[in-house]
């Protein structure tokens, strides 16, 4: 049955509505449960030693004075560990060439980042295990550190696993086309240096997990802060020699992720074998000072990168040349090499052009891990990009909006395949880019602009088209590392009193996946999303799935629960029917009543039909199904990926005495497919745009020259703040996927992806008239002065 989502006027119609979130009660009255919440019974608490050496040997461990604090119980080195736990390899096979040492829940030989873990102890009391962490002496020999990313690959830089035989963890070149003669024949290339440097998620909640194993049973339970419960499933079990259906991994309420918690971590593996070797709950809350050293970092880029034009702005080439360190290990198990590819895959995105090269070298250091973090890959490659277009509109004298509608696939020219091999199902990069000038009125605003100059005020506009993928399907992890599913599933039953019930695969992380899947499963069955409880996170009871992250959990876990409403809707009315003796397809179910699907007039409740196939289905014909329980499972086929995309637009004043930036206003359109729930969708954009901005602006993770990290707490490390952050306008172009019944792509990545292109495109659009230009993020007041020559080196 088809049905055409966005009509108001249909019945019982909740997709494309604003519902209120269904948990937000509990939240904002703070009976929210996390990890932290939770105490069982027996419970002890974990904290952990860790190198305060970037690159180290580890020689002898004392732990007599340890061992001595009131409270410790046990004390556990990475041999101890290693006994019942496996290491792991964070590879992917689809990565040719990608390699990565093994990897040890603690640390066993050597420590190669500030902040490993080496020690574990084991206390009544988190107090009491930190008080013996701090009396625990380890004997290091230090070794040479790899820190630069430039020089980790030279012949006299130290090897940090001398067994891979050298720093190179991963390379990949794409060519297409002929880039020398594109260049070559060119009116005019534009060439430029783009840095990003380090940052991280700082979430709101830590990460942190409690595990509890009961030799009994035979059952390991963990209670898990984690964006994919069934991924963390099979790892526990793997390396901890399980089988998975003993291992339970509850993921309850996640104060944000932004990828941070979709990893693997070595101190929860380690909080988990400790668990099993001690036979009683273990728990481990990061506090907020190690979280800085242990949680992964993201975007440590620094490329060259070129842009060809003909005499009208056609774009004739792209050539990139992308260096990223990624930390000692490729992080488990969907690797670190992933950003580095993405950046190969999505550079050019929005435009049509022939010819293009793109190379990626991943290298190791001795810092903390680099993995996937929001929008992977997307605001380097968006700014790399955007930043060229700008460059050379600005080269030839041309308009930087009309530059890229030269240069855009046109909207009707899909399926198409990009020079990067990335095939697009139907984007809408014009119908885009003309909401934009009419939300943001472009003249009036360069008006605005000028006059402002004229007042000695260095105003700028920046403009960043984007793509952003979602919904992958098993291309992305099918093969290599741990099982990562890519397809979702859903249950849904209804109960005696008339209510729905949905199990999902998907979590919820804050982000409003509860109430996206009430609305879902609200209009398939016909019912109110009040009436709809969303059960997820928990893989003893949910269907198996991927869980959340690469903004899947609407355009898959939707669709697997729209299939699973519209059956359980059948099998209600299929009993219906036989009730009323009427024909099924005569009637429908609307608000929680039966009813003429014609006239709309009242049959049946809901409670009614349900107290009948419950308690007296003895009434019932013997042969009439009569389970309203239904599951479906989902999974995209015929595309790698559901490609969105969008344009955003910054408008911003730079005062060039003291380098700071102020944020005026902030404009994004974004084509995420179907929009299910408009506000939500809205919140992710904007929640998005605050990230990107953070990393545009503020977020920078230091390290010196041995690795030591030297702003590793909130009173150095820069996050935005809602003083810092302009008035955000969001607005939307739908082209739903044609791969699901729903249409939805995702939308949580969007905001971040291409936030950074458009304040760095503003930033340069105010330097431009006197003479500066600045490519390396964040834009710091320090690194604005130097573009524009105030201070030097």
């Not at 594109?182 to 709101?204: D, P, Y």
């Not at 009707?412 to 809408?428: H, I, N, Q, W």
């Not at 609200?522 to 992250?549: F, H, K, N």
Request: glycine share 10%; hydrophobic share 40%; with cysteine.
């Amino acid at each position: 049955m088809t049905i055409a989502f966005g009509n108001p006027d249909r019945p019982n119609s909740y997709i494309g509505k604003t519902v209120p979130r269904p948990n937000a009660p509990k939240l904002v009255q703070g009976r929210g449960r996390y990890v932290d919440d939770i105490t069982l019974p027996r419970m002890v608490h974990v904290a952990f030693v860790r190198s305060p050496f970037a690159h180290a040997r580890i020689k002898e461990i004392d732990s007599g004075e340890a061992q001595a604090v009131k409270g410790v119980l046990r004390i556990f080195t990475g041999a101890d560990i290693a006994k019942v736990c496996t290491p792991w390899v964070g590879v992917l096979a689809h990565l040719k060439g990608l390699k990565s040492p093994p990897q040890h829940a603690l640390a066993v030989d050597r420590a190669t980042w500030v902040g490993e873990p080496v020690v574990a102890v084991v206390a009544s009391t988190r107090a009491a295990a930190e008080n013996a962490v701090a009396l625990i002496d380890v004997d290091y020999e230090p070794l040479p550190a790899v820190t630069d990313t430039m020089t980790a690959l030279d012949a006299d830089t130290p090897l940090i696993h001398p067994d891979l035989g050298d720093n190179l963890a991963f390379q990949r070149l794409h060519e297409e086309g002929d880039v020398e003669a594109a260049m070559a024949s060119a009116h005019k290339v534009v060439s430029a240096q783009f840095r990003t440097a380090r940052h991280t998620g700082v979430t709101l909640e830590p990460r942190s997990i409690l595990v509890d194993w009961n030799p009994a049973e035979g059952q390991m339970t963990a209670y898990h802060a984690t964006q994919a419960p069934h991924m963390i499933q099979t790892v526990l079990a793997t390396h901890l020699d399980l089988p998975e259906s003993r291992v339970r991994v509850i993921c309850g309420d996640v104060g944000g992720s932004y990828g941070i918690k979709v990893h693997v971590y070595p101190d929860e593996v380690a909080t988990a074998a400790i668990a099993r070797i001690m036979g009683r709950p273990v728990k481990f809350i990061a506090d907020r000072l190690e979280s800085f050293s242990t949680d992964i970092h993201a975007r440590d880029h620094e490329i060259e990168a070129k842009i060809a034009l003909d005499a009208e702005g056609k774009i004739l080439a792209i050539d990139v040349d992308d260096w990223t360190g990624i930390g000692p290990y490729s992080v488990y198990p969907r690797t670190s090499a992933i950003e580095g590819n993405q950046v190969v895959n999505l550079c050019g995105g929005p435009y049509e052009f022939a010819n293009y090269r793109a190379k990626t070298t991943v290298v190791f250091q001795n810092k903390a891990p680099t993995c996937q973090y929001r929008a992977v890959g997307h605001p380097i490659a968006v700014a790399i990009t955007e930043g060229l277009v700008d460059m050379a509109a600005a080269a030839i004298g041309m308009d930087p909006v009309e530059i890229r509608r030269r240069n855009m696939y046109a909207d009707d020219c899909y399926p198409v395949t990009s020079p990067a091999k990335m095939r697009f199902e139907g984007l809408s990069h014009h119908a885009s880019m003309t909401k934009l000038m009419e939300m943001m009125d472009y003249d009036a605003l360069r008006a605005d602009q000028a006059e402002a100059r004229k007042q000695g005020k260095s105003r700028g506009i920046g403009i960043a088209s984007f793509i952003e993928l979602t919904n992958p399907s098993p291309f992305m992890y099918g093969i290599g590392g741990a099982r990562i599913s890519a397809q979702d599933g859903c249950t849904v039953r209804m109960d005696p009193d008339g209510s729905i019930v949905a199990l999902s695969g998907v979590t919820e992380q804050g982000q409003g996946t509860e109430a996206m899947l009430s609305q879902v499963v609200a209009e398939g069955v016909g019912v109110s999303p009040s009436t709809v409880r969303v059960i997820t996170g928990d893989t003893q009871v949910t269907p198996y799935g991927g869980g959340t992250w690469a903004s899947r959990g609407a355009g898959i876990g939707g669709e697997a629960a729209l299939q699973a409403a519209r059956a359980l809707r059948q099998s209600i009315l299929e009993v219906a029917a036989s009730m009323l003796q009427a024909d099924p397809g005569a009637l429908d179910i609307r608000d929680g009543q039966v009813v003429d699907s014609d006239s709309g007039a009242p049959r049946l409740p809901l409670e009614e039909l349900g107290r009948i196939v419950y308690f007296r289905g003895d009434t019932l014909p013997k042969d009439l199904p009569r389970e309203l329980v239904q599951t479906r499972h989902f999974i995209t086929m015929d595309y790698p990926f559901a490609f969105t995309n969008g344009v955003q637009a910054s408008y911003l004043e730079v005062d060039t005495e003291t380098g700071v930036v102020t944020l005026l206003k902030h404009w994004c359109v974004e084509d995420c497919g179907r929009v299910i729930n408009p506000q939500l969708v809205d919140e992710q954009i904007r929640g998005g745009i605050v990230q990107g901005l953070g990393g545009a602006l503020y977020e920078e993770i230091h390290y010196d020259s041995d690795g030591q990290l030297l702003n590793g707490s909130m009173a150095d490390y820069l996050v935005p703040m809602a003083a810092e952050m302009p008035d955000m306008i969001i607005g939307h172009v739908e082209t739903p996927t044609a791969e699901s019944e729903l249409g939805a792509k995702g939308a949580g990545e969007a905001g971040t992806a291409g936030a950074p292109a458009a304040v760095m495109n503003a930033i340069n659009d105010a330097l431009r008239p006197l003479g500066g230009q600045i490519t390396e993020m964040p834009f710091t007041p320090e690194r604005i002065l130097r573009a524009l020559g105030t201070i030097e080196d």
